[in-house]
């Protein structure tokens, strides 16, 4: 069987690596010349498994066990191996409520170190970082922004031994060598304009180079073009998905030259995500989506500005110098990408659809990076068992996770799910 991957991202090289030692002989088709220089390319790699279902928590946990592993999970290539550094991830939400506690017991229940921080033992252990309420955050304009609330964060959930990767689209490239290796096909440089499927035979993949690429099964892992991929294959889905512009930006780390660590901070009750970048020189500041903010919705995912705005910047490094005051601000460094979003709940669409062979890894409202090592094998075994005769709509996938020993059911990202309950944001 031959299986074609729209998409060279780090979900596209994950699920190609993955089909072909699963039997399949694997295609990725990718416009641009090198692999990850999509949404990969922007991504800030955070690993984290704070996460409101169940599911996504044991993807996560499985998929930390193989970045922290990475050289052994990849296998011998030639290449610089994409670093995990871990110096934790705190969490902090507005209310430290019934969700919190449940999935900070899922947590533990996985295997995850976490551990709930009151505002005091917070301070104490960053004090660098303020621990007044900012919630809920209010726009850069409104009189009040930087008027104090009187109030304390209601805690933190800080995991131990989270993260990021260093590097995103090395990691992606790791995962071409690897596939290469293995005998994955990687058609780079290479535009798909359309596909047909005569007589119900196999997929004809047509390329702007006026070429055709033959598969019995295609998968989708277009990324923000996944919404244009799936018209050209004329696929509908239940759950709307949509590109979202994003940007981060970067500003000077105050305590490089002192030599103190920073850990990756999740700040929904301020409203943005912040991490260390460059070896600590410098941190990369982005939102959280909180609800003041306009989301920038685009059309056409070859329209849009990369640039960064004004708007956006001043909104999310003030709220970064808010939250740690120590940082000052500097000139304006960051860029503009696209999220591919689910609309409904922010979680990937891991499925396959009602046109036979077709499936799709796509929505992933800028946070599977995180899963991407896992989430191939997942539809590895989608694709596998699916042109084997399983209906997975009514006898889901069950993905075994061999580093944490879990199990995960696969219907929660299915395309006919109703909408996971989740924080509507990235966070998820």
Excluded at 240 to 267: Q, W
Excluded at 268 to 290: H, K, N, Q, T
Aim: overall charge negative.
């Amino acid at each position: 069987m031959h299986v074609a991957i729209v998409g060279g991202g780090i979900l596209g090289c994950s699920i190609s690596w993955a089909l072909r030692r699963a039997g399949a002989d694997a295609t990725v088709i990718d416009r641009h010349g090198e692999v990850g220089h999509g949404s990969t390319s922007a991504s800030c790699g955070i690993v984290r498994r704070f996460y409101s279902q169940p599911g996504m928590i044991a993807l996560a946990h499985e998929a930390s066990h193989l970045w922290a592993d990475w050289g052994a999970h990849l296998g011998p290539i030639e290449d610089e191996l994409a670093r995990f550094e871990r110096p934790g991830v705190l969490l902090i939400p507005p209310a430290i409520d019934a969700s919190v506690h449940a999935i900070i017991a899922r947590m533990k229940e996985c295997g995850v170190a976490v551990q709930l921080l009151d505002a005091d033992a917070a301070e104490a252990r960053f004090p660098f970082l303020c621990a007044d309420s900012f919630f809920p955050p209010v726009p850069t304009a409104d009189p009040d922004f930087f008027e104090p609330t009187g109030k304390r964060i209601a805690g933190a959930v800080f995991e131990e031994d989270g993260g990021y990767v260093v590097s995103p689209s090395l990691a992606a490239h790791n995962l071409r060598l690897a596939g290469e290796r293995d005998g994955v096909q990687f058609r780079l440089g290479t535009t798909l304009v359309g596909v047909e499927r005569p007589d119900g035979g196999p997929f004809l993949l047509r390329t702007a180079d006026g070429g055709t690429i033959e598969a019995d099964a295609v998968v989708n892992a277009a990324g923000p073009h996944s919404g244009l991929v799936n018209r050209m294959g004329g696929v509908t889905l239940p759950l709307e998905t949509r590109p979202l512009r994003r940007e981060v930006h970067a500003m000077k780390n105050p305590r490089y030259e002192a030599g103190g660590g920073v850990p990756v901070v999740g700040d929904l009750d301020g409203g943005i995500y912040f991490r260390p970048e460059s070896r600590c020189r410098d941190l990369i500041v982005g939102s959280a989506d909180p609800a003041c903010d306009a989301f920038e919705w685009v059309d056409d995912p070859d329209d849009y500005n990369e640039s960064i705005s004004d708007l956006v910047h001043d909104r999310q490094t003030l709220r970064l110098m808010k939250r740690f005051p120590d940082v000052q601000r500097g000139p304006a460094r960051g860029l503009g990408a696209l999220y591919d979003v689910t609309v409904a709940d922010w979680y990937p669409i891991i499925d396959k659809t009602d046109l036979d062979g077709w499936y799709v890894a796509m929505g992933t409202s800028g946070s599977s990076f995180k899963t991407a090592p896992v989430i191939g094998p997942l539809v590895a075994k989608l694709v596998m068992e699916c042109e084997g005769g399983r209906d997975h709509d009514v006898d889901p996938v069950v993905l075994d996770l061999p580093r944490t020993g879990l199990r995960v059911d696969a219907s929660f990202l299915s395309r006919l799910r109703q909408a996971n309950a989740t924080t509507g944001t990235v966070i998820g």
